[in-house]
Structure formats: C-alpha cells, structure tokens
C-alpha cells in the first residue's frame, strides 16, 4: 500500500512535466493545424539554453527559465512567420513534411554545435527531498510540476480571457470572420508558434533538471507529446493537464505491476484505443 | 618474337603485381551522429588513429613490399538498417578487403550477417552479445568480453565486502547486449549467497526509473546491478538520489569508465561501480603506441577526449588485422579469417587471441569513481585499492 501510495506520487509528478512538454504542440495544433513534429528539438534546445546559463554564467535553472523561454519564443516566432506562413494553406503532409525537416536540421546542427555528450543541469538541490505521508517526494520534480501547472493554467487564462488570446481563439474557430474583426493573421500565427516554442522551451528546462539532455532526445519527446495532445484531447489547454496526469499515472502503475518494459505498449496503447473510442480526446467533445 | 612475348608477359606480371599492391582497404560502419554518437566517436576515432600510426610505421608487411592501410568509414546515424546497407555497399563497390566493427551488439549482430554472407572478415570492437557469436558464423570476430561474463570480478568482489551484500536487483534493458548480460549475471548470482529479489527488463527508450527505484527502496536491497546505456544510467542516478534510494553498492556494465559520465554527474558520479576490460596502464606494452598510457595520453591530445575502453579495443581490431594479414602473407580474406583465428599478441588492450567462436575472453577489471577519479578496484589478481563500501547515504555526502 506505501508502495502503491509512493507510485502514484511519483505518477503525478511526472506527468505535469508530461503536461508541460505538450502543451506547445497541442496549443499550435490546435490553433495552426499544425502537428509540429520539431516540437521535441524545440524542448532539447530550451534544455540546452539552461544548460549554458547554469554552466556559463552559474544562473539558478528556475532563473534561467524565462530566458529560455523567450529564446525559444523569438526562434518559434521566425520559424513560423518566414517559413510555415508560406505553406499554411498546403494540406496538412506538407507542413508533416517542413517541421520533420525541422526536427532533423535542428538536431544535428546542435550535435554540432554542443557535440553528442551527454549533459545534465544539477544545481546543489537536484537530489533534495522530503517526506510527505510516506512517501518521498524529490524537489524538483515537485518545483517541476508547480511551474507545469503555473504556466497550463496561465497559458489557459490567457487565452480564455486576454484579447490576444481570444483573437487566437477566434482565428481557430473562423478565420474570415477574424479577419474581418481586424485580426492579422500572419502575426498572430507566428505569436501562437512562438508561444508553442517558448512552452517548449520551458519543458526543456525542466527535462533537464530532472533528466539528461543530448541532441537525440527531441523525437521521443514529440512522440511522448504527441500521445498525451491525443489523450488529453485539443479542444482547451487545461485537457493537456488531464492527458499528461493521466499517462504519468498509467506509466509509473504498468511499470511496477506489468513490467518496466511494457510502459511504451500500454501508453501508445491507450492512444490506439482513444482514437478509436474517443477521437477527440478522453474530454474532449464527442464530435 | 618470342623474346617479346615474354617481354609482355613479365611486363604484364608487373602490373598486375602493382594492381595488387594498391593500399589495404578496410571499411567501417560506425555511429558518427544520431543517439549512440557519444560512444560511436571512439571507433571512428580509434580506428582513424590506429591506421595513422600502423602507416606512419611502414604499414603492414606483405611479402617483400610494405603496404599501406586505407581506412573508409561511412556514418550510419546510429540507425541498423542503414548500417546493414552501408556494409553492402562497402563490400559489394567499395571493394574494401577487410572490415572492421560498429559500436553495440545489436548493430554487429545484423551487420556481421554481411561479412559472413561475403566472406569477408570483420573484427569489431563493438559488440559483446554472446548471441554474437552463438550463430557459428566463421568470419566474424570480436575484441571486447562475452556478455555474459559483465559482472563476473563484481559478483567476486561482493563475496569479500564486509559485510557482503545479501539481496540483489538486476535492472537490464531489452536489447541484444543486456539480455546476454542479465542472463550470465543471473547464472553465476545463482553460486553464491546473494539472492535476487528485483530482476525487471525495461525498454531501451526508458527515461524514468521512479516506480523501479521506488519498488528497490521498499524492498531494501543491499546491491543494484544495472546493464543498459549510458542516458538511463545517468537517469537512474539522479533518481535514485532524488528519491533517496540508498543501497550499499550499485554497478553499472557502460558509462562508469568515460570521462563524460563523471562530468555529467559531478559529485554524484562518486561510489557507482562499473567495470572494464581495459586499464589505460604502462605496464601494457604495444608495438605502435609504447603502451597504454602514452596511448591515453595520446589520444587525448589528438582528440580532445579521454578514451575508455571502446577506443582500446578498436585500436586491437585493427593491429589483429595486421598481424593476421602479415602472418597469412596475402591479402585473401580466406587465408586473413584462418590467421586471425590464431593471432596472438600483446597490444595497448591487452592479450589479443580469439576463442574458437572468435571472441576475446580478457578479464572485467571492477572499477568505482572516488571522489571524481575511477580508480580500478578488483582484477582477476584480487583487491587493487579499497573499494568505499558501502556507501554513504545520500544525504551524508
């Protein structure tokens, strides 16, 4: 039972951080119909700004965390506005197409550029803990999972009641008639990619807390995302919190009563069996 | 007329001796990018060394001329497929004579189909699958360890510790190498005292260990073995220090003996166990290098990078060659396998000779990082330094 109780713990924690790493691509997918297959070099790339702001300059990885953001956020806004704007109109393969050219560029220019080793952001409290009903709680996966959930909320309020944020709303529902409300969809399309890339960026910085960093985890980490955007759903950002609990959940409890090695059957399982039970997501509206 | 004849003839003799006398190619496959880069290096690397050195020394001795070695290594981005494909090409239109190793048992295990399908013999470095070399496969040989034997000298060692560990957990990932591992660990576990209570596979693609970690912890095993990839040893140490997870010794088959394991952990790299076939020491002799520490030395100035035991071994492949071709006197890849088959000397990695199923059987040297250096621990002569046993926990360091 403590053990079951520690399991679940360990569950959750993890699966705001699943969270975070999705909401970036569920956010652009939903709004761009975009499915950003770059998505988890964008979070390597966040996890390498830390990485260099904590080594370089000795910055705190929660300092150095908006910094990322922003990084990522200027590189999503360019990426966006002077390539993808070009093809939004083409049918969805092409953009498949253009951000898997992404993941590949990306990857190996930063194989170049900070070579294959592997990298770890470790400030003096990575491996501090404590005691909570039994059960042992890291703290910075609980940091992890409180800045997960900070920024899914925000993300959520934002655009639920910002005007940016409902122009971007808008502007998935109805473009023409968000264009004819005065909304520039150019712009605004570069601002919801940026905004992806930073959440990106941000998920980066944390996967780097907690784990180790080389230029090769991007593509495990998209189709990690990409599991959770479709059990959680694309409808509202608050269903990526659902979907990534959720398979944070299911991972920890399969890898103990199943078997470690069947954590990627049950999860992608579990996205088969969405898509043909509930292809909107477990909340998401039934179409 | 008939002195012209013969004329021509000796003319074309000579050239077709010339023809043969074009630089020995031997040909590689190896991880330069994708996921497995970081351990790839050391083959390219080595390989690329080795070569420089054995034709800086006049090359290899066929006959009465001394011929060059060439060396073409193509970059499979760490994917089989691709590997498989570039040893074709290798074979089929590169017409290199000789091939030498990918990094990883997975990769040999497609790739040496290749040599064995065309005859042409492969030593590699990269692979220690016992699997391998269970297929009676004739031109395939290897210079690193059998699986199997991994944690050997450590499940030796563990049996003089006081007090010696009494429960196990074997973590093992679910490709070629680490099954072998796993299987030959659990064997030779089954002589002694210590009893496994945790022997869980896990995916290679795994990143989190929680729920392993937190099973070992509610179980209070004594010591962990793991056998996987350097990512997830890296990941099950912080996560084992995040969730407080103290056992009295772990060890690990990969990353304990490269210099970017302990950089990457810092402090937290202290205590961890691992093993290794090679021990960069002056006492091994080698006939291009001087020995293994002015190879170490060597390397890292050429490189920028300490190697381990994957360069050493690499170097070997490429000196067995040598010798094999020097001591079959040709180039004919029936006559190089049947020398390589009975090589034996003393090079920068050891004592280079191959069992009948063509692999090495050197012994694992235990090794443990203490405060940040590895320090060799325990060799087939016994106790070299004193190992920190058991270790501290986490929040006593």
């Known amino acids: ?287 | 007329m008939k002195n012209l004849a013969l004329a021509c003839a000796a003319m074309m003799a000579l050239l077709a001796s010339r023809v043969s006398a074009a630089p020995i190619e031997l040909g590689a496959s190896v991880q330069l990018t994708g996921q497995f880069a970081n351990t790839g290096r050391y083959y390219g690397d080595a390989y690329q060394f080795a070569v420089e050195k054995i034709n800086a020394a006049g090359g290899v001795k066929v006959g009465n001329t001394r011929e060059k070695l060439n060396l073409k290594i193509l970059d499979n981005q760490s994917d089989v497929n691709l590997s498989v494909r570039q040893y074709v090409q290798l074979v089929t239109q590169d017409k290199v004579n000789f091939l030498l190793g990918p990094f990883a048992s997975d990769f040999v295990l497609a790739d040496s189909a290749i040599a064995e399908k065309y005859n042409v013999p492969m030593i590699q470095g990269g692979g220690a699958s016992d699997q391998i070399f269970s297929r009676g496969y004739k031109y395939i040989f290897g210079t690193l360890p059998p699986a199997s034997d991994y944690f050997d000298s450590t499940l030796d060692l563990m049996g003089q510790l006081k007090p010696p560990p009494a429960t196990l957990a074997l973590l093992y990932a679910d490709d070629a190498f680490d099954v072998s591992v796993a299987d030959g660990t659990r064997k030779d576990a089954s002589k002694t005292k210590l009893k496994i209570v945790v022997d869980q596979r896990y995916s290679s693609k795994a990143s989190d260990f929680n729920s392993i970690l937190s099973l070992i912890k509610s179980q209070n095993v004594d010591a962990i073995l793991v056998a996987g990839h350097e990512t997830e040893v890296l990941n099950f140490i912080r996560q084992a220090k995040t969730l407080n997870v103290n056992p009295k010794l772990y060890s690990f088959t990969v990353g304990v003996p490269s210099a970017d394991f302990r950089a990457a952990l810092g402090q937290d790299a202290n205590y961890a166990f691992g093993m290794s076939s090679w021990v960069p020491s002056a006492a091994l002799k080698d006939e291009y290098f001087g020995n293994a520490e002015q190879f170490a030395n060597e390397y890292k100035k050429r490189f920028g990078y300490e190697p381990d035991y994957h360069a050493a071994s690499a170097v070997a492949d490429v000196q067995a060659f040598v010798k094999a071709i020097e001591s079959a006197n040709s180039i004919d890849p029936v006559k190089v396998r049947d020398a390589i088959a009975k090589v034996d000397f003393d090079s920068l990695y050891g004592r280079v000779r191959f069992n009948s199923a063509g692999q090495i059987n050197l012994p694992q040297t235990v090794v443990q990082v203490q405060k940040g250096k590895l320090v060799p621990i325990y060799g087939p002569k016994g106790m070299l330094e004193q190992p920190l046993y058991p270790m501290p926990e986490w929040s006593k360091r």
């Open chain 1, 1 to 287: 039972m403590q053990l079951l109780w520690q399991i679940l713990v360990n569950g959750v924690l993890l699966g705001g951080l699943y969270a975070l790493m999705a909401l970036g691509l569920v956010l652009v997918w939903g709004v761009l119909n975009i499915v950003n297959l770059a998505h988890g070099a964008l979070i390597m790339l966040g996890a390498y700004a830390c990485y260099y702001l904590f080594t370089g300059l000795g910055w705190d990885p929660f300092a150095a965390l908006p910094v990322a953001m922003v990084l990522l956020f200027c590189l999503g806004y360019v990426i966006q506005r002077y390539v993808l704007n070009l093809i939004i109109r083409a049918p969805m393969f092409n953009t498949l197409l253009i951000t898997f050219g992404f993941e590949v560029v990306i990857t190996y220019l930063a194989q170049i550029a900070f070579s294959a080793d592997f990298r770890t952001i470790n400030p003096s409290y990575a491996g501090a803990n404590f005691s909570f009903l039994g059960a042992t709680v890291p703290l910075v996966r609980l940091l992890a999972f409180a800045v997960a959930l900070a920024l899914t909320l925000g993300l959520w309020l934002f655009l639920e009641h910002t005007r940016i944020g409902r122009a971007i709303r808008a502007t998935a529902q109805n473009l023409i008639a968000a264009r004819l409300y005065g909304v520039n969809p150019r712009h605004l399309y570069a601002l919801t990619f940026g905004i992806g890339a930073a959440l990106a960026g941000a998920a980066g910085t944390l996967y780097g807390v907690v784990s180790q960093i080389n230029p090769y985890i991007g593509s495990g980490l998209t189709g990690k995302s990409f599991a959770i955007a479709i059990i959680g759903g694309l409808d509202k950002s608050i269903y990526v919190l659902a979907g990534g609990l959720f398979l944070g959940i299911v991972e920890a409890v399969t890898a103990l009563y199943i078997g470690p090695t069947y954590t990627d059957v049950v999860s992608f399982g579990i996205l088969v069996l969405v898509l043909i039970v509930r292809p909107t997501g477990l909340l998401g509206r039934t179409a």
